[in-house]
């Protein structure tokens, strides 16, 4: 899980540091640089997907995750003579990938706590890593730019250097290969091996961000399958139904809570669909038997007839990718979110929060969710009031911006779910849209009389 972001110089963020919850909620006006957090990370994944294993930073091209231009267009005031950094924290959690690496690092301290740092300089036309660093405990490894090289180094205590060894290539390592290249020279060391598990560690975590973006493509009348597995929904929810029917065909399995019996993956979000009140029923039947085309169908009501998803409300088919991907992805995952709230009633906004918030903390995953939603923001506070979840577990942001400057305020929320620093107009200013709407009622009725 991660539990901290610092960046510097990227986009509109001259400086972000952000503590990162089991529920993270960031909120603000249009353009003021919350989903620059999401990008950024979304950033780090490509590069760690990236084919090139040369490659400092994968900025993107159509179709990608993210399409970031070049270094200037990233770059904050697009001044390219300044560092891009940043540093990362994450844990190792039990319920994730990372359970093998966790248990290797256990062998040398009860810590979980892993941390990287990197800083990008653009030099002679090209990105170049100019420091890369990874702290474990009492363990860091270190590669600086230097004159002639690279500078690699391991430490204990990080100020005890155990091994030391400047490289003659000045060839810049890539953010995604990390410090492989110095990793050579800790051969036949306990050093090396550590190394090798932080890195995995790395990588581990980066291939458990998943993507749901805002904009979602139109349900289809027919789907086809071909029995091949997914790893999420995709970035516009494409790949919803094949990731429903692929679990089906597994028998996948999940729970609604610790004490509640196992369910068929199909029927646990007919659950949640019932219950934020968009449909009686869902389920997806396969046309005619080895056909490999299947159809969405649906009831709006007990008494009404069976319908294509096609057929009812919008909203049905912009909510499910969300509810799919939340459970699809394995536990320990962290799921990023824009938007999710796009073509839904208040009321199932609200409801939305409520299963963000429960399959979080029993699947034991990270939810990280940008939005402009009153009423996701209000049912977050509800639940914290009520005592059902604990307010440590819920960070909520408010991003502003000011001269092509974003800003971070941390909602301070109580025991009872109170935000203390209500940030001015946070969601407009309701009391004077209700002073006005008021006073020309009564001018009219005054005139009326």
């Known amino acids: 899980m991660l539990t901290e972001l610092h960046v510097a110089n990227f986009k509109a963020w001259q400086a972000l540091d952000i503590q990162l919850g089991r529920v993270t909620g960031l909120f603000g006006t249009n353009s003021s640089g919350k989903t620059s957090i999401l990008q950024f990370l979304l950033l780090l994944k490509q590069t760690k997907n990236a084919t090139d294993r040369g490659i400092v930073l994968d900025l993107g091209s159509q179709g990608q ?6 270094f200037k267009d990233l770059i904050y005031g697009h001044n390219e003579s300044l560092p891009l950094t940043w540093k990362i924290k994450w844990k190792l959690d039990e319920a994730s990938k990372n359970f093998k690496s966790r248990r290797i690092l256990r062998r040398v301290s009860n810590a979980i706590d892993l941390e990287t740092n990197a ?9 170049k890593m100019h420091f890369l660093s990874y702290h474990f405990d009492f363990l860091c490894f270190e590669m600086k730019l ?3 090289g690279y500078e690699f180094i391991a430490a204990n205590n990080r100020n ?23 990793k050579k020279y800790l051969s036949g060391l306990d050093s090396d091996r550590i190394l090798s598990v932080i890195e995995s560690a790395y990588e581990d975590m980066m291939d458990q961000i998943y993507y749901l973006g805002p904009l979602r493509e139109y349900p289809k009348r027919e789907y086809q399958w071909s029995g091949s597995g997914l790893t999420d929904v995709g970035y516009r929810g494409e790949g919803t139904i094949n990731a429903i029917l692929s679990a089906t065909f597994r028998g996948e399995t999940r729970t609604l809570s610790d004490t509640d019996e196992p369910k068929p993956f199909q029927e646990i979000i007919a659950y949640w669909l019932k219950q934020l009140g968009l449909i009686h029923t869902f389920a997806i039947k396969e046309l005619a038997e080895g056909s490999s085309l299947y159809r969405a169908i649906v009831k709006r009501d007990p008494e009404s007839p069976e319908a294509f998803l096609t057929d009812v409300g919008f909203g049905v088919s912009q909510v499910l990718p969300a509810l799919v991907l939340l459970y699809y992805v394995p536990e320990g995952s962290t799921v990023l979110m824009e938007q999710p ?5 208040p009321s199932v906004q609200s409801g939305l929060a409520d299963v963000i918030l429960q399959v979080a903390q029993h699947r034991n995953i990270q939810v990280i969710v940008e939005s402009h939603s009153e009423h996701l923001l209000r049912r977050f506070q509800r639940r914290v009031a009520e005592a059902q979840y604990p307010a440590e577990d819920i960070k909520l942001y408010f991003c502003a911006n000011s001269q092509g400057k974003a800003t971070l305020a941390d909602l301070d929320i109580d025991e009872f779910g109170e935000i203390r620093n209500w940030p001015e107009n946070f969601f407009g200013d309701e009391m004077a849209e ?8 009564l001018k009219r009725k005054m005139q009326a009389v």
């Open 146 to 148: 230097k004159n002639r």
């Open 160 to 182: 005890n250097v155990v091994y030391k060894h400047t490289s003659d290539v000045n060839k810049s390592p890539s953010s995604k290969t990390h410090l492989l290249t110095g």
């Open 434 to 441: 209700i002073a006005a709407t008021r006073t020309a009622a």
């Open 119 to 127: 800083e990008i300089l653009f030099k002679d036309k090209e990105m």
């Open 65 to 70: 995750l993210v399409n970031l231009g070049t």
């Open 341 to 345: 709230e796009i073509h839904l009633h």
